[in-house]
């Protein structure tokens, strides 16, 4: 049972991180926040994309956790998140994630398939 | 079984040497030869390789130029993975190159080791190595664009007879 368990076992974490990095917009958006904070509108009009569609991309680093945003009056401006990464690093951070769960999906699968030839 | 887990994990270690490169070090509770499989035969690798999400290989050829591909279906995506296999010295040692495809460019060279703990055991150290576009810009400004260079003024000679 505890191994059924880990079976189906992945990191949600790992693939949000996925999702947002791989659209070369959002990596595009990490960069920019990178050096500094920027109103949603301000990023708009620098990726050429209206408000509705830059919203949507800045939603998803935001679930990913690589984004915050906070809105002051009637601007909403975006920064680096709490893991405060950006698109290479988190790059590796999530690779060294995966890689951490497959050799715990190898040592499973080893202690499962024990004994076989 | 819960202890010999407990154990494998105990005896994992972790290391960043650089930013640019992960360092780990495993123990698996299982022959040198069955590890080796494990990585190189997909039947093998594809019940593990996916973290319990369903996995396509679509190519694995191990052998040294080889080329493999793994597609890997996940809750939020599809994603692919593909790379080229270096060096395949069993039981003993194996280069690839890692690319996802959502990084395009993004080159990890992994290289794992077996060892033989001589007691059923086996340990993996895994390196990976991050050729990021730092150093791919600092290649470019060395020695490559010298070379491109000479490719160009080559090009140059050829279409000039050309005229």
């Known amino acids: 049972m505890s191994i059924l368990n880990h079976m189906v076992q992945y990191s949600p974490k790992v693939d949000m991180t996925f999702a947002a990095l791989s659209d070369p917009t959002r990596r595009g958006i990490l960069t920019r926040l990178g050096r500094g904070d920027a109103s949603i509108t301000d990023l708009a009009g620098r990726f050429d994309m209206t408000l509705t569609g830059m919203k949507k991309h800045v939603q998803v680093l935001e679930n990913a956790g690589l984004v915050t945003t906070e809105k002051v009056g009637r601007v909403r401006s975006a920064r680096l998140g709490p893991r405060r990464l950006e698109d290479e690093s988190a790059w590796i951070a999530t690779y060294q994630q995966m890689l951490n769960a497959r050799l715990n999906r190898l040592e499973d699968f080893l202690e499962r398939t024990k004994g076989a030839p | ?163």
């Open chain 2, 1 to 163: 079984m819960t202890n010999s887990l407990k154990e494998s994990t105990a005896t994992s270690t972790v290391t960043t040497p650089s930013d640019r490169e992960i360092h780990i070090e495993r123990i698996f509770n299982a022959p040198r030869d069955r590890v080796w499989r494990a990585f190189t035969d997909p039947k093998l690798v594809a019940q593990w390789w996916g973290r319990g999400n369903k996995l396509v290989i679509e190519r694995m050829e191990v052998e040294r130029g080889g080329h493999w591909r793994f597609v890997e279906h996940s809750p939020d995506g599809v994603h692919g993975f593909e790379g080229r296999y270096r060096e395949v010295t069993p039981p003993e040692r194996l280069v690839h190159t890692f690319e996802w495809d959502g990084m395009p460019g993004y080159v990890i060279v992994e290289t794992a080791t077996f060892e033989d703990l001589g007691d059923g055991r086996t340990k993996v150290v895994n390196n990976s190595l991050f050729y990021t576009s730092e150093e791919r810009d600092g290649f470019l400004s060395s020695g490559m664009e010298q070379g491109l260079n000479q490719s160009y003024a080559a090009l140059d000679r050829l279409l000039m007879e050309l005229d």
